[in-house]
């Protein structure tokens, strides 16, 4: 038994293909809503905010892949994320089962600085400070060896389906939309994006890989990294045609996240 907490986002959905493509037939998808992926698969109701129903979700897993996501609300991940980690925590415990959970960089700093497996979580931020305390308790309880345990770790998403992020909202979005694509503050540095399909498969490796525990895993991106520029050139060719688009100033966006946030 393999067991999704948090299965029915994008992640999610990708790792249960991989799972059930290599891996296992035996899938539990776990949410307050859950669906099926895979016609194998068995949904399982549960809130990871109460304690018995993560254990009660966990019960007979070998391997439990954390994947859920939380409104993008910096309130609830800092009141949410730290209880959830816990919860899953000690049901993985009890259960004797394998934990890998999925992670994102916002705990690390915001600056230009190569970023590796060993970078600080010292961001400042509400959202990087929720993320450094779920991933800090679970380094914890893998370094006292409550757990075996591995983090795996990406920047922003793009990619097919139900998939969410900056990138997918302002740009192949709008251009679905007959509109002009946005781009953040500027569109002449590098940036690093993950394939959601790549983050499913490589998280579903790492969990069916006994020498992948114990540590934390940047999940692979192409090394070849464009500058939005570049991103929509590609784009561009790849159409046959020229793709114009605006870059957006600090003023719009804070008023769009301030529309996210509510």
Request: hydrophobic share 40%; aromatic share 8%; net charge positive.
């Amino acid at each position: 038994m393999q067991t999704i907490l948090g299965a029915n986002g994008i992640i999610g959905e990708e790792l249960a293909k991989e799972l059930k493509a290599k891996y296992t037939s035996d899938i539990r998808i776990v949410g307050r809503k859950p669906q099926k992926i895979n016609e194998s698969d068995t949904p399982h109701k549960a809130d990871l905010l109460k304690p018995d129903e993560v254990k009660e979700a966990v019960e007979g897993s070998e391997i439990v892949f954390l994947t859920v996501g939380l409104p993008y609300n910096s309130k609830i991940w800092l009141r949410d994320w730290g209880p959830l980690m816990e919860n899953v925590i000690l049901a993985c415990m009890e259960h004797k089962a394998k934990l890998v959970y999925f992670d994102n960089t916002y705990a690390y700093p915001q600056d230009a600085i190569e970023q590796t497996e060993e970078t600080p979580m010292t961001s400042k931020g509400k959202k990087g400070i929720a993320r450094a305390t779920a991933a800090k308790l679970m380094l914890k309880a893998m370094g006292e060896k409550k757990i075996e345990g591995a983090i795996c770790r990406a920047p922003e998403f793009y990619g097919p389906g139900k998939t969410k992020g900056f990138t997918n909202a302002l740009v192949f979005e709008t251009l679905k939309a007959g509109k002009k694509p946005k781009i953040f503050l500027r569109d002449d540095v590098l940036r690093t994006l993950i394939y959601t399909p790549d983050a499913g498969k490589a998280m579903a490796l790492i969990g069916n890989t006994p020498s992948a525990y114990g540590t934390t895993w940047h999940l692979p991106c192409d090394d070849n990294r464009l500058t939005y520029k570049e991103f929509i050139e590609e784009i561009s060719t790849q159409l046959g045609r020229k793709i114009d688009y605006m870059v957006l100033k600090r003023w719009l966006i804070n008023i769009l996240l301030c529309s996210i946030r509510t």
